[in-house]
């Protein structure tokens, strides 16, 4: 497992969740939800939401996702954050299901 300098610092090892979040320095790094654009989100890890370590662009199905142990393939997301993207990226594959559904319904 690769960490950063930093990052290890005070941390066990194997501990995946606090190397991500001591990297981002305990807070969000969603920097792509609606609510705080072209900002970065202001939740911080011992606030009120969870803080998850989880992959920056989570698919449609994140539970095929949480495999990663590689703390450089993810970052430090919020609850809300978190859910937002999974939404957006499953509103993005039905939406893609949908196109070929009708790309093949005007063939025939």
């Known amino acids: 497992m690769t960490t ?6 005070g941390i066990p090892p194997g501990d995946l969740w606090g190397i991500v979040i001591s990297r981002a320095r305990s807070r969000c790094q969603c920097e792509r939800c609606p609510g705080h654009r072209p900002m970065r989100c202001e939740h911080m890890a011992g606030g009120p939401v969870q803080m998850l370590a989880a992959p920056a662009f989570p698919g449609a199905q994140p539970e095929r996702e949480r495999a990663v142990t590689d703390p450089d393939k993810l970052i430090a997301i919020c609850g809300p954050c978190y859910d937002g993207a999974v939404s957006r990226a499953r509103k993005a594959e039905r939406d893609a299901a949908r196109m070929v559904r009708n790309d093949q319904e005007a063939l025939f």
Do not use: F, L, R
């Open 4 to 9: 950063t300098p930093e990052a290890a610092e």
